[in-house]
């Protein structure tokens, strides 16, 4: 009798199961020559890719022209993928840094981040900005988020990271040490102490 597992292999076709998954295999078909397969990750992180490099860039011509630069440098790095991370953590860090080159040579600053957080409920401070019912409570909010974005900015390149990472990305711990290249719990202690800096200018608003 066969086993359930071989059964359900039988069925699935051995088809990659998770994004990650299909990530690697499209990347496992770039590294012997499938130009196409890039194409096709192209296309899925395109919005995302480009969401990210205007928290930096402004212009959207020249934030496209680094959303170009970054997939080129992704699919000429695509050899030395191995697998050890998911694809858009490698792709984050290889955008990011592309962005940042970016402005260095240009010699600018990043541009205002806009909050779109993916689990406010996580802290009580990201709570508040949902209180959207009466007027106050629109005033309330935008206040709180524009002091928010004033937080994110004024903390060390470490902790800002940490925590853009986490709550607009919504990225797990591990993906965030990955591309941050340090241990988990140094992650945790950075994303815990940019809350702490965050609720101490919000806690007068309050």
Excluded at 89 to 108: E, S
Excluded at 149 to 177: C, F, V
Aim: glycine share 4%.
């Amino acid at each position: 009798m066969r086993s359930m597992e071989s059964r359900k292999t039988e069925i699935t076709g051995n088809r990659p199961t998770s994004a990650k998954a299909a990530d690697l295999a499209l990347i496992r078909r770039v590294q012997h020559g499938d130009r196409s397969a890039f194409d096709l990750l192209v296309i899925k992180y395109q919005h995302r890719i480009l969401k990210l490099v205007m928290r930096y860039v402004r212009d959207p011509s020249e934030a496209l022209d680094v959303v170009q630069e970054a997939f080129i440098k992704a699919y000429r790095a695509a050899p030395s993928f191995r697998g050890d991370s998911a694809f858009y953590t490698w792709l984050y860090r290889i955008t990011t840094n592309t962005a940042k080159n970016y402005l260095i040579t240009a010699g600018r600053r990043p541009v205002c981040y806009g909050l779109d957080l993916q689990d406010p409920k996580q802290n009580e401070v990201f709570a508040k900005l949902k209180d959207t019912d009466t007027p106050e409570g629109l005033t309330l909010s935008e206040e709180i988020r524009q002091t928010v974005n004033s937080a994110i900015q004024d903390l060390p390149e470490d902790l800002q990271t940490a925590i853009l990472l986490r709550e607009i990305e919504g990225m797990s711990y591990e993906d965030i040490a990955q591309v941050m290249e340090c241990p988990m719990g140094t992650v945790r202690s950075r994303i815990f102490r940019a809350r702490e800096a965050i609720d101490k200018r919000i806690n007068p608003l309050l």
